[in-house]
Antibody
Framework: EVLLVESGGGLVQPGGSLRLSCTASGFAFSTYAVSWVRQAPGKGLELVSFISAGGAITYSADSVKGRFTISRDNSRNTLHLQMNSLRAEDTALYYC???????????????WGQGTLVTVSS | SYKLTQPPAVSVSPGQTASITCSGDKSEHKYISWYQQRPGQSPVLVIFQDNKRPSGIPERFSGSNSGSTATLTISGTQAMDEADYYCQAWDSRTSYVFGAGTKVTVL
């Protein structure tokens, strides 16, 4: 069974930092591209960052570019999101999501974690 | 940036058919996937590559895509299908793109 378990969320002041983690199990993590997708309270889904299987290719939404950094540790089956200079509008549930394509990206998500809540407030 | 447009809400009576549209702002064909999100739960993939159902998804869920409009159809809608539904595509410049979501209410 594919499992994605996010952690690291919490309450942080504007301008602060957080590091989110997603621990994967039940599949060959190093073979698949993964992403962070967020959902603000009462709002829709928004891709935050994407990283290829080997980590060589990354993408970040304009809204977080220069502030958030996605990375992965394939030896530990873990995905990370370093979030700096946090703003109130970054408040959201952050999901880890897996693309099923393997060596060739499939361009959709077949598995999602339960999410970790990030609240940016003073 | 590439955008997908969905109706905010769709209402359907139990046993009837619900159709949710997703329009892209370009005429080029893009594969569309659909996700169901029940209240308080994570999204679940219900359709990928326009019309393919993952294992475990009921046959009453189907998808189509013609021109710049994709459609998710729920036949014989059940109360358990009440949820938010999101369409999603891939764009080479903006990566994974989601529509704003459609709230399906089963009256």
């Amino acid at each position: 069974e594919v499992l994605l378990v996010e952690s690291g969320g919490g309450l942080v002041q504007p301008g602060g930092s957080l590091r989110l983690s997603c621990t994967a199990s039940g599949f060959a993590f190093s073979t698949y591209a993964v992403s962070w997708v967020r959902q603000a309270p009462g709002k829709g889904l928004e891709l935050v960052s994407f990283i290829s299987a080997g980590g060589a290719i990354t993408y970040s939404a304009d809204s977080v570019k220069g502030r958030f950094t996605i990375s992965r540790d394939n030896s530990r089956n873990t995905l990370h999101l370093q979030m700096n200079s946090l703003r109130a509008e970054d408040t959201a549930l952050y999901y880890c999501a897996k693309d099923p394509g393997g060596s060739t990206i499939a361009y959709y998500f077949d598995s999602w974690g339960q999410g970790t809540l990030v609240t940016v407030s003073s | 940036s590439y955008k997908l447009t969905q109706p905010p809400a769709v209402s359907v009576s139990p046993g009837q058919t619900a159709s949710i549209t997703c329009s892209g702002d370009k005429s080029e064909h893009k594969y569309i996937s659909w996700y169901q999100q029940r209240p308080g739960q994570s999204p679940v993939l219900v359709i990928f590559q326009d019309n393919k159902r993952p294992s475990g998804i009921p046959e009453r869920f189907s998808g189509s895509n013609s021109g710049s409009t994709a459609t998710l159809t729920i036949s014989g809608t059940q109360a358990m299908d009440e949820a938010d539904y999101y369409c999603q595509a891939w764009d080479s410049r903006t990566s994974y793109v989601f529509g704003a979501g459609t709230k399906v209410t089963v009256l």
